[in-house]
């Protein structure tokens, strides 16, 4: 979304040059060196993304209710050369961090199920929820302590999907398992459907000060604005009073 921000900005200083306004393409110029250096050098990712992730930046405390459902978020998947679909390179932050609540709920004596939210959002033939049972599984998750969620596209059909799979586990607590940075769209998501989750980061994504532009930065903000944009749409669509039709151009997770 940045460098789309960044071309936009460059047509329409090409373009006031073409119209004969000078003025006008000499400030375009200097506004897209300041988006080059603000973006990439540091100053605007660690903005956008400090106050958006700031909520979740501390863990919750594992109080552990009887009955518990730990929802993980799937975050796309990869397709190396010989081998069968993996999870996703932001994806494993995620799983970790739902392996480590699930071996802490099975020790407490508590009773613990994973969700796995996740449908075939990268048109792969197989759901995303699939792929990642396979690594849970490897990880210690035993197969009859895992649910698959395999019908949601979108952060919002990760909420709208789950919730008769949470009504059958019937958890007393649900514990959201997501990046830092897209905790705020998801907990949005599920407390329109209904439930009370108590939000766990993963990853935590931070911009970084930089002496020339990064490209690491240039991620950075992009994910900050896909988040940012997200939000906004769901709060239109809540303005609008449409928040029953899923907006589904919104990619999953990755997000």
Same mark, same amino acid.
């Given at each position: 979304?940045? +460098?789309?921000?960044? $071309?936009?900005?460059? +047509? ?10 000078? @003025?006008?393409?000499?400030?375009? !110029? &200097? ?6 250096? *603000?973006?990439?050098? /540091?100053?605007?990712?660690? &903005? ?23 929802? !993980?978020?799937?975050?796309? #998947? ?7 679909? =993996? ?7 995620? $799983? ?15 009773r613990c199920t &994973?969700?796995?939210? /996740? ?9 995303? #929820? ?7 599984? @490897?990880?210690?998750?035993?197969? =009859?302590?895992?649910?698959? =969620? ?9 909420a709208r999907f789950? @919730? *008769?799979?949470?009504?059958? $586990? ?8 997501? #990046? ?24 935590? !994504?931070?911009?970084?000060? #930089? ?20 939000? *906004? ?8 009073? @449409?928040?029953? &039709? ?7 997770? =990755?997000?």
């Open positions: 979304m940045a +460098v789309k921000l960044l $071309i936009l900005l460059l +047509v329409c200083t090409w373009l006031a040059g073409r119209q004969g306004w000078p @003025r006008l393409r000499q400030a375009g !110029l &200097v506004l897209a060196l300041l988006f080059v250096l *603000a973006v990439g050098c /540091g100053p605007v990712p660690k &903005v956008l993304l400090h106050y958006w992730q700031a909520p979740y930046v501390q863990r919750p405390a594992l109080d552990w209710a009887p009955a518990n459902a730990i929802v !993980l978020l799937t975050a796309g #998947s990869t397709y190396p050369p010989g081998g069968p679909l =993996e999870p996703g390179q932001t994806a494993y932050a995620r $799983i970790a961090q739902t392996v480590v609540l699930y071996r802490d709920c099975h020790a407490s004596g508590a &994973v969700l796995v939210s /996740g449908g075939d959002a990268n048109h792969t033939g197989e759901p995303l #929820s699939l792929t990642y049972r396979r690594v849970l599984l @490897r990880l210690g998750v035993p197969d =009859e302590d895992m649910v698959l =969620e395999t019908r949601s596209l979108t952060t919002w059909g990760n789950s @919730r *008769a799979k949470l009504q059958q $586990i019937g958890a007393d607590r649900i514990w959201l398992v997501t #990046s830092a940075r897209h905790l705020r769209r998801a907990v949005f998501a599920f407390e329109h459907f209904g439930m009370d989750v108590t939000p766990v980061r993963a990853d935590y !994504l931070r911009g970084l000060w #930089s002496w020339v532009p990064s490209a690491y930065n240039l991620y950075a903000t992009d994910a900050a604005l896909h988040e940012y944009a997200g939000m *906004a749409l769901y709060h239109w669509y809540a303005w609008r009073g @449409r928040l029953d &039709v899923p907006p589904e151009n919104m990619d999953p997770a =990755e997000d």
